[in-house]
């Protein structure tokens, strides 16, 4: 018996000869629906598919199980219902008739989307894209699999909503990661509780990417538009969601987070924009922070947050002496044909201003009790809780150039701060393991104790094409992808490189320097040709 055979299809831990399994319950004798991959399928000789996870109009995402690295990952296959169906028989994916064209359209969109995503896997806050290929006439991205719990759940089990000063240090390496993505025109438009993942090291993750088009009503029967995120714009046919949808997005997340409740979905607010929000929630969260969640969650796409970098500024301390009189009509007073919403008020911006002192005096530190998920209670995130009383101020010391492990160690002995590494990125000036940037900026007061966000050197961002010759394919994809390099196959006959074994590049010698993210043309032998 294969030790396959005894892997759980959900947990894909080895659940022994138990049918339910004994770490997560799952009867794995439960039917995966007719028009799926079957549990168990094995594809490319190396990734085992388990249940669905969910699907949408554009794909079915599985739970799956890397034999070789030997962890569990999530199998995205492009399979929109629509247009396509499946031989029950096998495993091949038939396209309706008349919708070839379609298939291929967008299919192609489906490629170009998750290679361009798997050329931002350095980004921590995101969930990673390791692989991408194509069979059963149809195509599949394999991606990470975060181990943790969704936000959604955690707010739930916590049974109320989480302080600010909490919130800014897990989300700060979102809206970080966000801004990145955007500027490489790689937007989610489903950033939502349900896809931000808290991770057992305490870390907020970007979770179930998808193509555009599946998050924009009308092109897929089955469109995925999470209620109270989805911005406004995605409820309409003929309009392109962009950045502005993320931010949108964002601030809601950020809103249900610190609020408890989500603002009224997209397409309704256009008939009343209004945001509620509890009095005493209200006096937990800073004016700027209030103001920069309705600019971001504003319904008109142009009076919106423009950018992530924008919004980044504005949920900082220092843009609350920037308020301005635009904002006057983003929160409005208002609690009339609210009954259930007894002791809610809607505060406006210029309302606010008047009354900063006071909420200032009214601002207590809270002592929720953050742990409150089983999921994550071997979590780092117990760091993130605050004291109560009153806490002693530090100047944020300059950490740029400092090797991060140093100032880590340094943080610690000192007790002032605690790192949280938000991103690996290529530097040329900065050396390989040193600190790039900072969040707070060096000489802000921050809380001793409080978490400082730092991104950290990987070196320059050219790298040398390792030695393959010889090696298998999965030994060279495994050299390349450690360089931040896509390796792309092909094959063909050789007379001295056994079959399943790498010839060399195409296009390009042993210790070319190429740019990270690049694809590489690697040559497979298939053995001596015998015609």
Same mark, same amino acid.
């Given at each position: 018996?294969? #030790?396959?055979?005894?892997?759980?299809?959900?947990?894909?831990?080895?659940?022994?000869?138990?049918?339910?399994?004994?770490?997560?319950?799952?009867?794995?004798?439960?039917?995966?629906?007719?028009?799926?991959?079957?549990?168990?399928?094995?594809?490319?000789?190396?990734?085992?598919?388990?249940?669905?996870?969910?699907?949408?109009?554009?794909?079915?995402?599985?739970?799956?199980?890397?034999?070789?690295?030997?962890?569990?990952?999530?199998?995205?296959?492009?399979?929109?219902?629509?247009?396509?169906?499946?031989?029950?028989?096998?495993?091949?994916?038939?396209?309706?008739?008349?919708?070839?064209?379609?298939?291929?359209?967008?299919?192609? /969109?489906?490629?170009?989307?998750?290679?361009?995503?798997?050329?931002?896997?350095?980004?921590?806050?995101?969930?990673?894209?390791?692989?991408?290929?194509?069979?059963?006439?149809?195509?599949?991205?394999?991606?990470?699999?975060?181990?943790?719990?969704?936000?959604?759940?955690?707010?739930?089990?916590? $049974?109320?909503?989480?302080?600010?000063?909490?919130?800014?240090?897990?989300?700060?390496?979102? *809206?970080?990661?966000?801004?990145?993505?955007?500027?490489?025109?790689?937007?989610?438009?489903?950033?939502?509780?349900?896809?931000?993942?808290?991770?057992?090291?305490?870390?907020?993750?970007?979770?179930?990417?998808?193509?555009?088009?599946?998050?924009?009503?009308?092109?897929? &029967?089955?469109?995925? *538009?999470?209620?109270? #995120?989805?911005?406004? /714009?995605?409820?309409?046919?003929?309009?392109?969601?962009?950045?502005?949808?993320?931010?949108?997005?964002?601030?809601?997340?950020?809103?249900?987070?610190?609020?408890?409740?989500?603002?009224?979905?997209?397409?309704?607010?256009? $008939?009343?924009?209004?945001?509620?929000?509890?009095?005493?929630?209200?006096?937990?969260?800073?004016?700027?922070?209030?103001?920069?969640?309705?600019?971001?969650?504003?319904?008109?796409?142009?009076?919106?947050?423009?950018?992530?970098?924008?919004?980044?500024?504005?949920?900082?301390?220092? &843009?609350?002496?920037?308020?301005?009189?635009?904002?006057?009509?983003?929160?409005?007073?208002?609690?009339?044909?609210?009954?259930?919403?007894?002791?809610?008020?809607?505060?406006?911006?210029?309302?606010?201003?008047?009354?900063?002192?006071?909420?200032?005096?009214?601002?207590?530190?809270?002592?929720?009790?953050?742990?409150?998920?089983?999921?994550?209670?071997? &979590?780092?995130?117990?760091?993130?809780?605050?004291?109560?009383?009153?806490?002693?101020?530090?100047?944020?010391?300059?950490?740029?150039?400092?090797?991060?492990?140093?100032?880590?160690?340094?943080?610690?002995?000192?007790?002032?701060?605690?790192? *949280?590494?938000?991103?690996?990125?290529?530097?040329?000036?900065?050396?390989?393991?040193?600190?790039?940037?900072?969040?707070?900026?060096?000489?802000?007061?921050?809380?001793?104790?409080?978490?400082?966000?730092?991104?950290?050197?990987?070196?320059?961002?050219?790298?040398?094409?390792?030695?393959? $010759?010889?090696?298998?394919?999965?030994?060279? &994809?495994?050299?390349?992808?450690?360089?931040?390099?896509?390796?792309?196959?092909?094959?063909?006959?050789?007379?001295?490189?056994?079959?399943?074994?790498?010839?060399?590049?195409?296009?390009?010698?042993?210790?070319? *320097?190429?740019?990270?993210?690049?694809?590489?043309?690697?040559?497979?032998?298939?053995?001596?040709?015998?015609?």
């Amino acid at each position: 018996m294969s #030790c396959l055979d005894n892997l759980c299809m959900n947990c894909m831990k080895n659940k022994g000869d138990n049918k339910v399994c004994p770490f997560c319950g799952y009867d794995n004798l439960d039917k995966q629906p007719i028009d799926c991959l079957k549990k168990g399928t094995v594809l490319q000789e190396k990734y085992v598919v388990g249940k669905v996870a969910y699907r949408n109009g554009e794909s079915i995402c599985y739970i799956g199980y890397n034999i070789r690295q030997k962890e569990k990952i999530y199998i995205k296959e492009y399979f929109p219902l629509d247009i396509c169906t499946r031989d029950i028989n096998n495993l091949r994916v038939i396209i309706k008739k008349d919708h070839e064209n379609d298939f291929s359209f967008y299919m192609d /969109e489906f490629l170009v989307y998750f290679r361009n995503l798997a050329k931002m896997r350095d980004l921590y806050a995101i969930e990673s894209v390791y692989d991408i290929f194509g069979c059963n006439c149809t195509s599949y991205a394999i991606c990470e699999a975060i181990d943790g719990i969704k936000l959604s759940r955690l707010i739930e089990k916590n $049974e109320k909503p989480i302080d600010w000063e909490i919130a800014k240090t897990i989300f700060m390496p979102v *809206l970080t990661a966000l801004d990145k993505l955007s500027k490489a025109n790689i937007y989610h438009l489903g950033i939502s509780p349900e896809t931000l993942v808290i991770g057992k090291d305490g870390r907020m993750y970007i979770t179930n990417f998808a193509v555009n088009s599946v998050r924009q009503y009308g092109i897929f &029967s089955n469109c995925e *538009l999470f209620k109270g #995120c989805a911005a406004p /714009e995605q409820y309409v046919k003929d309009d392109k969601p962009s950045e502005k949808a993320d931010i949108y997005g964002f601030s809601a997340s950020l809103f249900f987070t610190l609020v408890g409740v989500f603002p009224k979905p997209g397409n309704e607010r256009k $008939e009343d924009d209004r945001l509620l929000i509890p009095i005493k929630t209200l006096k937990t969260i800073p004016p700027y922070v209030v103001s920069a969640i309705a600019r971001g969650l504003n319904i008109n796409e142009k009076a919106r947050t423009q950018t992530f970098e924008k919004l980044r500024e504005e949920l900082t301390e220092t &843009s609350a002496l920037h308020i301005c009189e635009q904002d006057e009509d983003l929160i409005r007073s208002s609690n009339k044909d609210n009954r259930k919403l007894t002791n809610f008020l809607g505060i406006s911006v210029a309302f606010i201003v008047s009354f900063i002192a006071l909420i200032v005096l009214w601002n207590a530190y809270s002592n929720y009790s953050y742990l409150g998920a089983d999921e994550v209670k071997e &979590s780092s995130i117990s760091n993130l809780r605050s004291d109560d009383g009153m806490e002693e101020k530090i100047n944020v010391p300059d950490l740029t150039n400092i090797n991060f492990n140093d100032a880590k160690s340094l943080g610690e002995t000192t007790g002032n701060y605690k790192l *949280l590494l938000s991103e690996r990125i290529f530097n040329d000036d900065v050396k390989e393991g040193c600190i790039i940037s900072q969040t707070p900026k060096s000489g802000e007061n921050i809380s001793k104790g409080s978490n400082i966000i730092v991104s950290i050197s990987k070196g320059p961002k050219m790298q040398k094409l390792p030695q393959i $010759e010889g090696l298998t394919l999965p030994e060279a &994809s495994f050299a390349l992808s450690k360089a931040g390099l896509l390796p792309v196959k092909v094959e063909e006959y050789s007379d001295t490189i056994l079959e399943g074994r790498v010839i060399g590049y195409s296009g390009h010698s042993v210790g070319d *320097l190429l740019e990270h993210g690049e694809e590489v043309t690697i040559i497979v032998s298939k053995g001596k040709n015998k015609d």
